[in-house]
């Protein structure tokens, strides 16, 4: 009898840590493996930290290629905080974002958006050494 209870439970065990650690692999894979990688060039138009549990920040880069143009709007997360200061120094100055690409993050917990920011550069070389 015991030998039986103890082979269900090894079962019920098996059966509720496979799935788990499968979804764990899952996410540690698609937030380690490049879909793509990239830079975009605009103006930071918001950064903001969201989430319930997960803080993230999240922000829109405002890409204008011709005067007079209708702008479009490049929405991106960042996971560093570094990186998030580096960024909120630079609103409203013209910026270059380097990003990657993750798809199928499976929560949005690791952030809104599928591209990640790694680094930004201030584009406007005047100003930064003002």
Same mark, same amino acid.
């Given at each position: 009898?015991?030998?039986?209870?103890?082979?269900?439970? *090894? +079962?019920?065990? !098996?059966?509720?840590?496979?799935?788990?650690?499968? !979804?764990? !692999?899952?996410?540690?894979?698609?937030?380690?493996?490049?879909?793509?990688?990239?830079?975009?060039?605009? +103006?930071?138009?918001? !950064?903001?930290q969201k989430g319930w549990l997960c803080k993230t920040y999240e922000g829109e880069l405002i890409l204008?290629?011709?005067?007079? *143009?209708?702008? @479009?709007?490049?929405?991106? *997360?960042?996971?560093?905080?570094?990186?998030?200061?580096?960024?909120?120094? *630079?609103?409203? @100055?013209?910026?270059?974002?380097? $990003?990657?690409?993750?798809?199928?993050?499976?929560?949005?917990?690791?952030?809104?958006?599928?591209? $990640?920011?790694?680094?930004?550069?201030?584009?406007?070389?005047?100003?930064?050494?003002?």
């Open positions: 009898m015991i030998a039986r209870l103890k082979k269900i439970l *090894t +079962y019920a065990i !098996l059966l509720l840590l496979l799935p788990i650690s499968l !979804l764990a !692999l899952y996410t540690w894979a698609s937030l380690n493996w490049v879909y793509s990688s990239g830079e975009r060039a605009g +103006y930071v138009q918001k !950064l903001s204008v290629s011709m005067p007079g *143009t209708q702008a @479009e709007k490049f929405f991106f *997360t960042v996971r560093d905080e570094n990186v998030a200061k580096k960024i909120n120094q *630079t609103v409203g @100055e013209r910026v270059r974002l380097i $990003y990657e690409e993750h798809k199928g993050v499976p929560t949005s917990c690791f952030g809104d958006t599928s591209f $990640y920011i790694k680094d930004v550069q201030l584009l406007d070389k005047s100003k930064a050494s003002q």
